[in-house]
């Protein structure tokens, strides 16, 4: 599947981590993340933690797949949070005002923890990482 897109599970805590691997992007990758989302929620699985750490690139479409993500969960009575984002994918997420809609975690447990109100969370702030940021190029 070359340039495609995988999607490994594990638990922690109770909370279903989705480890992604490749690039979402338009086609086979897309439908691979939301057929893998429907199958979890078919188990009974609505609360996800989504780790982007090991995708490398997202187009429009990807972000979309995305999107329906978070909405087919929320509407399950469920919800995705996202983590491992580099910062290409960070400013995506700014520039398409999608900042406001997920929820963001620098590490998997601080997600987990934010699906137990009563555990103390480290929230990320996105805004403060980009400016941060700013100016510097990727390697």
Do not use: W
């Not at 922690?12 to 939301?34: H, Q």
């Not at 520039?95 to 699906?115: C, G, I, R």
Request: some cysteine; charged content about 25%.
């Amino acid at each position: 599947m070359g340039a495609g897109l995988t999607v490994q599970s594990h638990d922690s805590d109770g909370i279903l981590i989705l480890e992604l691997s490749g690039r979402l992007v338009a086609g086979g990758p897309a439908n691979v993340l939301r057929e893998a989302i429907d199958e979890q929620i078919r188990r009974g699985r609505k609360q996800m933690v989504m780790n982007l750490a090991q995708v490398d690139f997202i187009d429009s479409t990807g972000l979309g797949a995305l999107v329906i993500c978070f909405t087919t969960l929320r509407r399950a009575g469920g919800a995705l949070k996202l983590i491992g984002l580099n910062r290409r994918n960070i400013e995506l997420l700014v520039l398409t005002k999608l900042s406001t809609v997920f929820e963001v975690f620098q590490d998997q447990q601080d997600a987990v923890n934010s699906f137990y109100p009563e555990r103390e969370i480290r929230r990320f702030d996105i805004l403060e990482f980009v400016q941060e940021n700013k100016g510097q190029t990727e390697p």
